[in-house]
């Protein structure tokens, strides 16, 4: 279990990596994140919420976290046309929501 601190932390780090580098503000962040709060966890583990867990997004599978109920949509993102989470991919997914 981690405290709320680092899981602040990684929500920024989760934001930051959303965003070009030499565009990156981490106060716009934390502030940007809050809204994402409401549905995603990022406390390792933790299933409360009504998104998936995002602890360990970045490098994952799209519609791969075990137990999750993903639409059939994000689970043929990752499955049949091989989307994973980076930084640029994250960028693009977030730019559209
Ligand atoms: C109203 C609830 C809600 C909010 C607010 C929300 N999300 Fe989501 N998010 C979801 C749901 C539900 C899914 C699963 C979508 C699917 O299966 O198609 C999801 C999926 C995702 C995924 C894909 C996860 C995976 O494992 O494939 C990412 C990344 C994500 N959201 C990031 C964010 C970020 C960053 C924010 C804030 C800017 C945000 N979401 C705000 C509900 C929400």
Known sequence: MIGPAAALAAALLLVLAALPAARADPV???????????????????????????????????GSLPGFRFSPAMIEAGAARGLVWTRATLDAFLAKA
């Open 28 to 62: 716009r962040g934390a502030r940007v994140f809050q809204r994402c709060y409401a549905c995603h966890s990022v406390v390792r583990g933790e299933v409360k919420l009504p998104g998936p867990n995002l602890s360990g997004v970045l490098g994952r599978r799209a």
